[in-house]
């Protein structure tokens, strides 16, 4: 890996309590990724990859370890601090149930830049961009369940690469297996549309796959086993 | 085996059981607590028909004094007593009368008399014989049952040679003790029905004794006066008798009675049937032992048996079952209510269920068990929810109990109040519940269900799909309004129909929640279609993101935003309406009140004791609060062969301080005092109403005349000229308002549209003072208590030149309307219904946001990991709210005058016909914060939803997710 470090994770553990049992879904984790990288994470279920995406999306916080956000400790921030390193760095695509159900295409790729109190002007025009980009400027207008599910994966890319094209900061797409709901052909068009944009706008990708062949068109990949990083 | 397992199924999803447990107990609630009420609230009424009689079991026939002893050995027999009953002629002398003393006119009227009318004296110049019910019994009958006579004076007869008279014959024959009348018993010598004597053959004998063509008839000395215990209580008939007399004076002329008394302690107004069979086990108990071989309900008895206290049973039964009918059916409204929030229980359950449905599906159990589990869930919850619902419903009607008006609650009567849940209110909980929750599933199925694919083809399947294009909701607004309109429009005449009027009130009731629902329907579609024009056009005033996610919410197809709407529009709008009527219809009785006796209190005049008035006004005059009065007088003239009308005089100026017109406003305020000064001006002036003018072609300036008959073909002519015209006239004379049960005459006709005022001093002129009834009106400083003026002047011995009833006053027809049983019972269970009607909006709220806790967790999350703020939540939660508020709001200003008008044009408040049916008077302090208690409700509820979303675990809702029914926003209803 190269570059500056966006992400910094140093000897992370975190243990879930499930009534009188302990399950620890990291253990020790450290890892690396520099700006512009597109990581991919694999590993068998319950193996610990969705943890590790959410603790570095600042969703949730480690039990031990620090993980370090573009140069911010992360661990010791209060939920507001959060909310903003949520609001400025990160960007999710999740596996289903991605987009905001009541907001059309158009409006669900402008949240963030809402969010981030960007011009109406510029917004249109950012979202329109992405809109071509990612083919789908002939259902801007449609509401998430109007949508194919790949669709819907390309409208939540469309809204991660939003805020990388607004940011001035250097933005971490998170997916959480954008493909796993999809058939493979247009698991294919999404991921390349993915890698396509990611390229475009620069950004960092960090992306949680069962898909070898996914994970084979990434920068790296890690394997992720028991709670621990295994190559 | 089994698809899940019997845990699972038990303690699965505590949350959705534990709402709709809560939705369900509150229709059970609804109507256990109105049953309990009315049974608790019964208690007394219990104590007026059981109670109140003196004697439980009455037989009449022959040879049954003889059954005494054995009869005395029945269970729970307890008293038995032999009485003979039968006709006397009593045979009075003038010579005992006492002098007439002019100031005591009020005790000279009889019971003969019916009540209003004068009664005429009876004074006899010789001896004359009367008949009169009597009973002759001895000592221990007095012992058996002391309470049958009261307020005795002297004392009862001991022997046939002594009788005591009941008050009312006492006054009408004016006779008392120490003196002696002749006794002539039907089937004797002498009595009314033999051939003997005649009133002029009666005659003294030399010795003092009573002879009839020279034969004796037996002499009693009457030894006391009592009153019959039947004087206050007409259900027991046989003891109005006017005399007694000692034994054995009817011994072998009258009929044979026995009066039983038996065990009360098994009589509970909480099981009424079992009370009703204990009283008829007794009852056959007794006619064995007359007659070993009567058998039950067969035509025969061997004696003539008046079971009172089963009679009293019945009719409390009758009373009992009557009053919770009549409650439960003026709780429609909120019946509905809560129906609505079944429905929105029921579509909670089965979009919740979804995913657990298609899981069962997935792993292969067959629709027929997926729908039984479902069943028996929903079974096992309302069996629970109906137990929950009873007590709950105990606990709500102490509410009813405890309250002394609407919404006057006293706390200290929460737990001293009779508490009565007998098995019929439960029976008649349970099965109402039963009805709601049947009810509930049809709605559901009506307005959610999916619609079954229709595979047939054929006419009636086409015409059916033409039909569907007919929206529903305006074929009922258009034919509810017609049917409400021609209602209104009938003029009572519908009404008043025994068969159809009991139609029409019903109408009366549903039609308004008929069109409530089809308004409830469209506003519904409105919401979904117009969600997102409005958060277009929400977006400069509450920002881009709360403007589109906030108000978009509610529009969704998923959302039971409208739902929650309605019913809460419903909660306020049935609020509204039982604050408006509750302040009305008071308002309305003192309207009445004033109108029609044009004063504050109006005292009736005896013409014939007219040398007592001026002591009248003297003693009005030394009253503080009483500010002027004026008398007054009427007299019917013809206008036409005979059409007779009301001709008041009065005089004008003092009319213009003291008087109300026809919508109860002071007359100084009203056009009527224009007319007045009028009158004043011309003293052949009249002012009349226009159901007159329209009769006769009248208008003002025109001259009218009108006579009474002399005989033959005199009469007395007098023309007046026409100065005003009025929608209607106070009759000033009349006694009463016609509150049901309150009024003396049987007057059903329209109070002051047929009248003319004229000037007292032209009347004056043309009839002689005895031919008019006399008045006068008395006008009080504002708030006094115009009864008390009342009292106070009776108590100075104004009575000498009053007539009867004394005076007619606002004060107390207000009172003894407030104050009757039916609308006592009505007022507490508004005040139940409306507790029960607040406490429904915080429960829907509970609903629709558990209903939709996932959805609304998840975007939350979303929104969180997208970067927004807890504040930003907040306010895209509070923009919802605001939004619902908002559409809550205009619904409430079209369908709360509706409900609260039609509420108030349907009150009843008197049996006459006033120019207006009720005055509204809007508790505009407390409607409002009804409203802000709503408001207050549905921002508390954003704040504690923004509150929770703060506390949401972003990884476990975002990774959560799954566990949700396929893609968001389908699959469900």
């Known amino acids: 890996m190269n570059g500056e470090t966006v992400v910094d994770l140093r000897s992370v553990t975190k243990t879930y309590t499930m009534g009188d049992v302990e399950v620890h879904a990291l253990r020790g984790v450290d890892l690396r990724v520099d700006r512009g990288d597109r990581l991919a994470i694999m590993g068998p279920s319950g193996s610990g990859k969705t943890t590790l995406l959410n603790l570095i999306g600042a969703l949730d916080r480690p039990t031990s370890g620090k993980v370090i956000i573009g140069g911010t400790d992360i661990t010791t921030l209060d939920e507001r601090a959060l909310t903003q390193i949520r609001r400025e760095k990160i960007s999710f695509i999740f596996q289903f149930f991605n987009l905001i159900p009541v907001l059309t295409a158009y409006e669900n790729i402008e949240v963030p830049l809402i969010i981030a109190n960007v011009e109406e002007d510029r917004r249109r025009e950012i979202v329109n961009d992405l809109l071509l980009l990612l083919g789908l400027e002939d259902r801007a207008d449609h509401l998430p369940d109007e949508l194919s599910g790949g669709e819907q994966q390309r409208v939540a890319i469309a809204r991660a690469l939003a805020k990388a094209r607004w940011s001035q900061h250097p933005v971490i797409i998170l997916a959480d297996e954008p493909t796993g709901d999809l058939d493979t052909t247009t698991g294919e068009e999404v991921v390349r549309a993915l890698l396509d944009a990611v390229e475009h706008e620069h950004s960092t990708l960090i992306l949680v796959t069962h898909d070898p062949e996914v994970a084979a068109k990434m920068d790296h990949t890690l394997e992720i086993r028991d709670g621990r990083v295994t190559t | ?973």
């Open chain 2, 1 to 973: 085996m089994s698809i899940v397992t019997g845990e699972y199924e038990a303690f699965h999803n505590l949350r959705r059981k534990g709402i709709t447990l809560l939705c369900l107990a509150l229709a059970a609630s609804l109507t256990t607590g109105i049953a309990v009420f009315v049974d608790s609230a019964g208690y007394y009424r219990w104590s007026e028909f059981i109670d109140s009689r003196p004697v439980a079991i009455h037989l009449y026939g022959i040879g049954l004094a003889e059954h005494v002893t054995d009869i005395r050995q029945v269970d729970h027999v307890e008293r038995v007593a032999v009485a003979y009953y039968g006709w006397v002629t009593t045979y009075v002398n003038s010579s005992t009368l006492h002098p007439v003393e002019p100031s005591s006119v009020r005790l000279q009227r009889t019971w003969l008399a019916r009540p209003g009318h004068k009664a005429q004296q009876i004074n006899f110049t010789e001896w004359h014989g009367v008949d009169l019910d009597a009973m002759s019994v001895g000592p221990d009958f007095y012992q058996a049952f002391p309470q049958l006579f009261k307020r005795i004076t002297g004392r009862l007869p001991a022997n046939e040679t002594e009788v005591a008279v009941s008050e009312d014959v006492s006054s009408w024959l004016n006779v008392s003790i120490g003196e002696r009348v002749g006794i002539a018993p039907f089937g004797t010598a002498y009595s009314s029905q033999s051939s003997g004597a005649s009133a002029s053959s009666v005659a003294n004998d030399s010795a003092g004794g009573l002879q009839a063509d020279g034969e004796d008839i037996a002499l009693a000395t009457i030894v006391g006066i009592y009153t019959p215990v039947s004087a206050d209580n007409f259900l027991f008939a046989p003891l109005t008798t006017q005399m007694i007399i000692g034994l054995p004076a009817l011994a072998n002329h009258g009929d044979e009675m026995l009066y039983i008394e038996i065990d009360r302690r098994p009589l509970t107004p909480a099981n009424v049937p079992a009370s009703l069979e204990y009283l008829t086990s007794v009852e056959t108990d007794i006619l064995r032992t007359i007659d070993p071989y009567y058998v039950p309900g067969s035509s025969y008895e061997p004696c003539s048996v008046d079971n009172l206290l089963a009679d009293g049973v019945i009719e409390y039964k009758h009373w009992l079952d009557s009053t919770r009918l009549t409650q439960v059916f003026n709780s429609g409204g909120e019946l509905l209510m809560v129906i609505l929030v079944v429905v929105m229980a029921v579509r909670y359950n089965i979009n919740d269920r979804r995913p657990e449905i298609e899981v069962l599906r997935a792993r292969g159990a067959s629709q027929r068990t997926i729908n039984l589990r479902i069943f028996k869930e929903f079974v096992a919850l309302s069996v629970l929810a109906t137990v929950l619902g009873l007590i709950g419903g105990i606990g709500a009607s102490r509410i009813s109990m405890a309250s002394r008006g609407y919404l006057v609650v006293d706390p200290s009567r929460l737990l001293t109040e009779p508490l009565i849940v007998s098995i019929d209110s439960l029976l008649f909980s349970i099965v109402m519940s039963s009805l709601m929750l049947f009810a509930s599933g049809i709605v559901y199925q009506r307005a959610f269900a999916r619609p079954r694919r229709q595979t047939r083809k054929g006419l009636v399947v086409r015409i059916g799909k033409l039909l569907t294009m007919i929206r529903w909701e305006f074929v009922t607004i258009i034919l509810s309004v017609l049917l409400l309109w021609s209602l209104y429009s009938s003029g009572g005449t519908v009404m008043a129909s025994s068969v159809v009027g009991v139609f029409a009130r019903m109408a009366l009731t549903f039609a308004p929640l008929a069109i409530f629902l089809a308004v409830g329907s469209l506003f519904s579609k409105w919401l979904r279609r117009g969600a997102m024009t409005f958060s277009r056009r929400g977006t400069r005033v509450f920002g881009p993101l709360p403007a589109r996610v906030g108000i978009r919410r509610p529009g969704r197809r998923t959302s039971s935003a409208a739902l929650v709407t309605i019913v809460i529009v419903f909660a306020i709008g049935l609020t509204w309406t039982n604050l408006t009527v509750a302040a009305s219809l008071p308002a309305t009785k003192e309207a009445q009140a004033r109108y029609t006796f044009c004063s504050d209190i109006l005292f009736h005049l005896e013409y014939g004791q007219s040398e007592f008035w001026p002591r009248l006004m003297e003693n009005l005059s030394a009253i503080d609060s009483v500010r002027a009065w004026s008398l007054s007088s009427h007299l019917y003239l013809e206008l036409s062969n005979y059409e007779i009308y009301r001709f008041v005089g009065l005089n004008a100026s003092e009319m213009m301080q003291i008087g109300y017109d026809y919508l109860g406003r002071p007359i100084r305020e009203s056009p009527v005092a224009q007319a007045l000064q009028q009158l004043q001006a011309r003293q052949a002036g009249a002012i009349i109403t226009k159901s007159i003018a329209e009769t006769y072609g009248l208008s003002e300036g025109d001259a009218i005349r009108a006579f009474i008959r002399r005989g033959g073909d005199n009469a007395t002519i007098v023309t007046f000229v026409v100065v005003g015209i009025m929608e209607a006239l106070s009759p000033i004379g009349m006694v009463d308002t016609g509150t049901t049960g309150m009024g003396y005459y049987y007057w059903l006709g329209e109070v002051g549209y047929d009248v003319v005022w004229v000037n007292e001093a032209y009347l004056d002129l043309f009839f002689a003072p005895e031919e008019r009834s006399w008045s006068l009106t008395v006008g009080l400083a504002p708030r006094t208590n115009s009864t008390q003026v009342g009292e106070s002047i009776l108590e100075q011995g104004g009575g000498a030149a009053l007539s009867d009833p004394p005076y007619s006053d606002v004060t107390s027809e207000v009172a003894g309307f407030l104050h009757q049983e039916a609308y006592e019972i009505t007022q507490s269970v508004d005040t139940l219904l409306t507790v029960m009607s607040i406490l429904t909006v915080p429960v829907v709220f509970v609903l629709y946001a558990s209903e939709n806790i996932g959805h609304r967790r998840r975007e939350i999350a979303l929104l969180r990991a997208a970067g927004v703020t807890r504040g930003e939540v907040l306010k895209i939660e509070a923009t919802e709210m605001a939004f619902l508020t908002l559409m809550a709001t205009l619904l409430l200003l079209v369908i709360g005058p509706i409900i609260v008008s039609n509420a108030l044009l349907t009150v009843h408040t008197t049996s006459y016909s006033y120019h207006f049916v009720v005055i509204p008077v809007f508790p505009v302090v407390l409607l409002a914060a009804v409203y802000l208690l709503f408001l207050v409700a549905a921002f508390f509820f954003a704040f504690l939803v923004a509150c929770f979303s703060t506390r949401i675990r972003l990884a476990e809702a975002l990774n959560a997710s799954w566990t949700e029914s396929g893609p968001f926003g389908r699959g469900e209803e």
